[in-house]
């Protein structure tokens, strides 16, 4: 069965400091993958998709990055956070079959300070 | 651009009673609808979905109607309990495009025992 992990799974961080977080899927291959943040008390927000390895889709204009280095890896950055980018970070995947169906990852919940 | 209206934002009912939760959508090529629900602090869990081809899909207390003339979606749970207590968010999408999902801003259901 396929498993989606994350982490760190909480993260406190100064403004001005760099951001790695990591999304890794297990038991499929070729997995559309999603990035959503939640700010508190909020709904989701995509952030970037990817279809591929390499393959990175950005959604909104801020001062994130992502990529996919591998199949099954997905990565969100960003050089020099801000207060506004805390929130509650999802990773999500949706299979190949076309089907439609994007299963979260436990996500991510930064604070930045 | 893509939207999801979802309505109300806060609903409260006592156990027992049933509770109905709305959605709008806008993009017409739209042909694949989820429901997810998230307690506090964890991922959003899918917990019902529909396709364009279906009108009304049944889960034992839950269940989802479509209109798509309208764009409009609906969630209803029966014999509400406690339990049912959390944020739900309706979304839409296209699964043969990018797959990615465009969610309304949740609403919170809150059941009294």
């Known amino acids: 069965s396929q498993t989606i992990h994350q982490w760190p799974a909480t993260l406190v961080q100064p403004v001005g400091s760099p951001l790695s977080l990591e999304c890794t899927v297990e038991g499929t291959s070729n997995p559309n993958l999603y990035w959503y943040r939640q700010a508190a008390g909020r709904g989701l927000q995509l952030l970037f998709y990817?279809?591929?390895?390499?393959?990175i889709s950005s959604e909104v204009p801020q001062n994130l990055s992502a990529s996919r280095p591998q199949d099954r890896q997905f990565i969100l950055s960003s050089k020099k956070l801000l207060l506004s980018d805390s929130g509650f970070y999802l990773c999500?995947?949706?299979?190949?079959?076309?089907?439609?169906?994007?299963?979260f990852g436990p996500g991510t919940r930064l604070t930045v300070l | 651009g893509e939207n999801v209206e979802q309505h109300p934002s806060t609903l409260s009912v006592q156990e027992g009673d049933s509770a109905v939760i709305k959605c709008t959508y806008s993009d017409s090529a739209s042909n694949y609808f989820p429901w997810y629900k998230q307690e506090l602090g964890k991922r959003p869990q899918l917990i019902i979905d529909?396709?364009?081809?279906?009108g009304e899909k049944k889960d034992q207390r839950i269940a989802v109607t479509l209109n798509k003339t309208a764009k409009h979606f609906s969630l209803h749970i029966t014999e509400t309990q406690p339990e049912d207590s959390a944020v739900y968010f309706c979304a839409a999408s296209r699964p043969s495009n990018t797959g990615k999902l465009i969610f309304g801003q949740g609403t919170t259901l809150q059941v009294k025992p």
């Open positions: 990817s279809v591929g390895i390499g393959q």
């Open positions: 529909i396709r364009s081809n279906v």
């Open positions: 999500a995947w949706m299979g190949t079959s076309g089907a439609g169906e994007q299963f």
